[in-house]
């Protein structure tokens, strides 16, 4: 493990991916340790691919408190904690730095302690050094907390809490705290130090009084299968949260996932990345969320339940699969900015909206993303820019949003996109695009389930599109399409789709309207102005 000053290393995002292939591994020595790092480079590196670590590096902050060093130790020299209600004993090379005080057990000291066993009305603590770094292993233990924090880190440089491989362990707060001072903890596990989770075991966090898993600097997501409840938020950093691999569900009241730093004079922090792994997202507010950037460059990230889906100033998509489903806005590039002053992008042919575009930014450049939105499907108070990937948008079917709502310039330069929704707010492709696109319009609205075909003059089919609900407009770009021919539009026929896209036969189906890509008769809308939702 890394032991080095407050003062953060920083390291590139394929430095954070290249811990992917340790971050399950359990307990080695210094030298198998090695072997290991150098057996799993290739491995960990395929991670960021197609050019995507120069992208992320240069879209949000790089430092992090993780390092591959983490993930092994000596195992000769852990110290056994057994935790047991009034019985709680220690063991081991650091047997005098756990104090038990009832059944508040706490650790003074940094090393590596295995836990283990129940506490039904308890709570582990770390009060190490501000230079420490503690490994916690759980090995099949359970901490219930009767009057607060289930795991409460008031001080250390770092923690990490590993899953041992085949355990299932269970971390619950109170439903009420006995200290509710504004600078209190208020989630099932909450640190003051930077945080890792890590390991192959399972870990069940219920957040019982307000959030699920907290920090108040860094934290890293580097494996583990985690599942969230919580009342309020479920995960959430501070200066940066990353998820780098494992499976990860939360379910909350408030916000899913977020890093929340947005002091002004630390701008490169309050930033989230998902760099691999599994994330599905429950959330009664917003599903996942950053306070400067957003990025996702693998892995899948779903939010099933939400306002906004995703949301962030600066939302950078380069990889992996994205599915996302909101009562507002699907991704909302949106919220705090630098920079409130920027042009005006009234109406005009090619894209943009009415409102005056800020110091935000929507970049989609590879994966996967679907998106069933009640509010705007893609919303930016500043530009976006699609240039590669593939984007399914099925937006409002009410005329106050749009499937598309761009503030400044839409910029589509590759990938494939369909964009559905109503008509009242129909945003295009910009002048500033180099890839065609079609507008297409229906007097009378798509049902839900209605195949649509667009071919070409030779007959052939360019794409097949299924709607997921009513929709009155289609926006779709593809590096298929000839900018000034014609191309028809057909419903009926079959169709073999994707989340709503993909390939089918026109056969038996019947032609509905026709356009000329490159030619659009709608652009700009409403917007969401600067700042606002």
Known sequence: MAFFSRTRRATSVAALALALALAGCSAQTASTTADTSVSSSSAATSVVTGGTTAELASSIAESTHFDADDLSWDAAKETTVTLADGATTASGTNADAVSVDGDTVTITAGGTY????????????????????????????TVTSSSGSAVNILSAN????????????????????????????????????D??????????????????????????????????????DGIKGKDYTVLLDGNYSVTAGGDGVKATNDTETETDRGWLLIAGGTLNVAAGDDGIKAATTLTISDGAATVS????????????????AVTVTSNDDGLNAAGASTDTAASSQQGGMGGGGMDTAGD???DISGGTVTVNAEGDGLDSNGNATISGGTVVVNGPTSNGNGSLDVNGDLTVTGGTI???????????????????????????????GTTVHIVDSSG?????????????????????????????????????????????????????TTAVAGEYTSSGGMGGGPGMR
Do not use: W
């Not at 966090?205 to 600097?217: A, L, Q």
């Not at 339940?305 to 992996?320: D, K, M, N, Q, R």
């Not at 191309?487 to 509905?512: D, F, Q, R």
């Open 114 to 141: 295995r836990v283990s066993g129940t506490l039904d009305a308890g709570s582990l603590v770390v009060a190490a050094g501000e230079e420490d770094v503690v490994r916690i292993i759980l090995d099949n233990a």
């Open 158 to 193: 770092e923690v990490l809490l590993f899953l041992a491989d085949g355990t299932s362990n269970t971390l619950s707060d109170a439903q009420s705290y006995a200290d509710t001072g504004t600078d209190a903890a208020n989630a099932a596990v909450y640190s003051l130090a």
């Open 195 to 232: 945080l890792t989770i890590a390991g192959t075991g399972t870990l069940a966090v219920n957040g019982n009084y307000n959030d699920g898993i907290v920090t108040k600097d860094g934290l890293v997501l580097a494996a583990g299968n985690v599942t969230v409840k919580a009342v309020d």
């Open 305 to 320: 339940t939400s306002e906004e889906g995703l949301e962030a100033p600066h939302i950078a998509i380069s990889g992996g």
């Open 360 to 362: 935000f930014s929507l």
């Open 418 to 448: 369909a964009a559905a929704g109503s008509s009242g707010m129909v945003v295009t492709p910009s002048e500033t695009s180099s890839q065609s696109g079609l507008q297409l319009s229906f007097d009378t609205p798509l049902a839900a």
């Open 460 to 512: 052939a089919v360019v794409a097949t599109f299924v709607t997921a609900k009513e929709a009155a407009s289609i926006v779709f770009s593809s590096p298929e399409l000839k900018d000034g021919e014609q191309y028809s539009v057909l419903s009926g026929g079959t169709a073999e789709v994707t989340a709503g896209l993909g390939a089918g036969s026109a056969t038996g189906a019947t032609e509905i």
